[in-house]
């Protein structure tokens, strides 16, 4: 989830410069397979998937975003519920 940081002070004209190069940039993510999703709304904001093989990655795709700097983001890592069920399994083991 992304949203724009409270507080930014930032010119309206140069916020949707950005804004569009954004929305440019995530468009070329969206066609490379890398993102899916778009922006919330209900609020300003984007919520979206982003499948990376790398946290380094993750971290490229994020600094090369132009609202960088404008931004927070809050992330949550998506797993398999596979991988879920294992832990579980070794929790289990480790109790008894």
Known sequence: MEKVRVGVE???????RLASADLEYKRK?????KIIGGPCLDILADGYVLE???????GEIFFGSPTN???DREVHPLG???DS???????RKKSD
């Open 10 to 16: 930032i010119d309206p004209k140069e916020f949707m």
């Open 29 to 33: 993510l969206e066609k490379a397979g």
């Open 52 to 58: 990376t093989e790398t946290i380094e990655e993750m």
């Open 69 to 71: 700097l404008v931004m």
């Open 80 to 82: 398999t519920f596979k």
């Open 85 to 91: 069920l294992e832990g579980m399994k070794e929790l």
